[in-house]
């Protein structure tokens, strides 16, 4: 991998709460936009349209990956078939044996 000059030194794996300078300067364009690096785009993920938030920690911006949303409504009814078959109803049923009430 070709190391871009602008890094410290080669560009460290970072892992969860490890905050470290990787860039020595990057400039802010005049739109509010600067561009991620392409080895921190390929490690974590980010590609085009992909959703990030914004937090200030301790006086720092630090930039996240927004973690991807559930779509629970396309298992609604898989397991129907399996719980009919055990005798119950409906998962409430289910959960309330289960629970012992």
Avoid: N
Avoid at 28 to 55: A, Y
Avoid at 62 to 87: E, H, M, V
Wanted: charged fraction near 35%; charge should be positive; aromatic fraction near 10%.
């Amino acid at each position: 991998m070709r190391h871009d000059r602008r890094f410290q030194r080669p560009y460290p794996r970072l892992h969860e709460y490890e905050y470290e300078v990787i860039l020595l300067s990057m400039r802010i364009g005049e739109r509010g936009q600067v561009t991620i690096p392409k080895p921190i785009r390929d490690q974590f993920g980010l590609g085009p349209d992909t959703e990030v938030e914004f937090r200030v920690v301790k006086g720092a911006i630090l930039l996240k990956k927004t973690p991807k949303k559930l779509d629970l409504a396309r298992w609604k009814g898989r397991c129907r078939d399996s719980f009919t078959g055990l005798g119950y109803s409906s998962v409430d049923k289910f959960m309330e044996d289960v629970r012992g009430r």
